[in-house]
């Protein structure tokens, strides 16, 4: 039953769709389509998960949505979003480092970080701020597509001079329109009191769905949403990180560590070649206190070298990883899992596997990172893969390390067009950047996972999967629900104001009325 409750609500999710297309090719690009990028239409019309996202944060409403639709749209090509570049901001903007994307939340939502001291209202520079704000958001959601954002103000040393109310209600906009289910929540740090009155008129410009996403903290109590490791000292926090620019803070990924330690970066790699001969050893740049030497791949011989051994440990390389039910699929490799790897407390759930299939003419290489390449081994961590091959990569916990929905993977894989001898470590070098494919993947911590030896391993981990998504269909209906009765209860006591004052108005007004009777009937 549940089952079928389950498809039911798909299918009804895939009506509305349809039902929104349908709808905006007809009303709204029918009468003009120089209102909107066609870079952004072409989207609506080929990802579902795009227009899902309008459809959500609108309760389902398709007349609502489309309207969201229209606005969002029109916004996007009115600033330029699609074609925002580094080069389009102005340099000064990027240096004083007011707007900057670092570090992850509890949850492993990446923090979107304002210094609200760094802003200054200038009707001169408002408009380079709001596509400043929109380079930022936009860069996010090409690297980490449907991943929600927490926003943090950091309001410490600020006063009534920094508070723009007009760039505020943009900023707001930007996650209730342009951007919707973007927002995780919104963490207003260390306000000063003088500031209450301007956050109340804040607040009114959220509406429901983004009020309750609202926290307000001190600097002791922001370490309930944010961990120490993320938070800058005046926070309270241990997080070393200082911006500065060149170039763009980015997510830090490093080569996690291979079955031999760890594995030192290209860049290292080239700095130190100079000084290999006369060295024993490299230290390694990833914290780690085994020292290796830098070592040059034939990708031709490591290929060959590698398939003799998966030969002989194909029986054992792959026990007790965990299987990708779904795929992401790029237009040099197909990457499965598509999202998330899976990491559980127990040995059976400690590692997981990636399957990368080549569906480029020529062969691919790769390489994978992490943000956290302490914790991880990988193997292999960087190879090729052949035209029309699969490669399996073990991914699995180092020692007693744990998991955690902070942690990234990163997926990077180019073209080899004239492969030859040539060596992986001087191709990645000068590989152009726009011809590099990467995917992102997140962890998920497993809750509560129970080990099994039986072959019907799989089957438990599948049910739980089909029950979670059940669970999140429910809730999500829930929370429609309560949004819907919370807008209903909000008309109810806006009415219930307004007829107050008439009340009071037509008692006034009688009053009044009596007072004007009893002076003109009194005798002159």
Not at 101 to 129: A, I, S
Not at 190 to 198: F, L, S
Not at 267 to 287: C, G, I, Q
Request: glycine letters at 4%; hydrophobic letters at 40%; charged letters at 25%.
């Amino acid at each position: 039953m549940a089952e079928l409750d389950h498809r039911e609500g798909e299918q009804d999710i895939e009506k509305k769709i349809v039902e929104t297309r349908q709808r905006f090719t007809n009303e709204f690009l029918q009468d003009s389509t120089e209102k909107y990028d066609s870079r952004d239409v072409e989207r609506l019309q080929s990802e579902d998960a795009l227009v899902e996202g309008y459809l959500t944060w609108r309760l389902y409403v398709v007349d609502d949505a489309l309207k969201m639709i229209d606005e969002s749209l029109q916004w996007r090509k009115e600033f330029g979003v699609n074609d925002l570049t580094e080069s389009v901001i102005p340099r000064w903007m990027f240096e004083t480092g007011a707007v900057f994307l670092h570090g992850y939340d509890k949850e492993g939502n990446k923090l979107f970080w304002f210094k609200v001291k760094l802003h200054v209202k200038d009707p001169k520079t408002v408009l380079d701020k709001k596509k400043y704000v929109a380079f930022w958001l936009e860069r996010y959601a090409k690297k980490e597509p449907g991943m929600p954002l927490t926003v943090v103000f950091d309001m410490s040393d600020s006063g009534i001079s920094n508070i723009d109310m007009d760039f505020v209600r943009y900023i707001i906009n930007c996650f209730k329109v342009y951007y919707p289910k973007f927002l995780s929540k919104m963490i207003i740090v260390d306000m000063p009191w003088i500031m209450n009155a301007a956050w109340k008129i804040v607040k009114t410009w959220l509406g429901p769905e983004a009020i309750s996403k609202l926290r307000f903290a001190s600097k002791s109590e922001v370490q309930t949403f944010i961990g120490p490791e993320y938070l800058p000292a005046h926070m309270g926090g241990t997080d070393p990180f200082k911006y500065s620019y060149p170039p763009l803070p980015d997510d830090d990924f490093q080569m996690p560590l291979c079955d031999n330690g760890p594995v030192a970066s290209e860049d290292e790699m080239e700095s130190k070649e100079a000084d290999a001969e006369s060295k024993d050893a490299l230290e390694s740049s990833f914290s780690s206190e085994v020292a290796v030497k830098p070592k040059k791949v034939n990708f031709l011989e490591d290929s060959l070298r590698s398939e003799d051994n998966d030969k002989g440990e194909t029986s054992t390389k792959y026990k007790g990883a965990r299987k990708p039910l779904t795929t992401f699929k790029g237009h040099l490799l197909h990457v499965s899992p598509a999202e998330e790897l899976s990491f559980g407390s127990v040995e059976t759930e400690r590692k997981s596997l990636i399957i990368l299939s080549n569906v480029a003419k020529n062969q691919v290489a790769f390489k994978v990172r992490t943000t956290a390449p302490e914790k991880y081994r990988v193997k292999p961590s960087s190879s090729c893969c052949e035209p029309g091959a699969s490669v399996d990569i073990v991914v699995s916990l180092h020692g007693g390390s744990q998991a955690s929905p902070q942690d990234r993977f990163l997926i990077m894989a180019a073209e080899m067009e004239n492969a030859g001898s040539q060596e992986l470590a001087l191709f990645w070098k000068e590989v152009p950047k726009a011809k590099v494919m990467e995917h992102r993947l997140r962890c998920h911590v497993l809750e509560g996972a129970k080990p099994t030896g039986t072959p019907l391993r799989d089957a438990p981990v599948e049910m739980a999967t089909s029950g979670q998504q059940e669970l999140s269909m429910v809730l999500m209906r829930l929370m429609a629900c309560n949004s819907r009765l919370e807008q209903k209860l909000n008309t109810c006591l806006w009415i219930q104001k307004v007829l107050t004052v008439l009340v009071l108005v037509l008692l006034m007004l009688t009053l009044l009325c009596l007072y004007l009777l009893g002076t003109s009937a009194q005798p002159s």
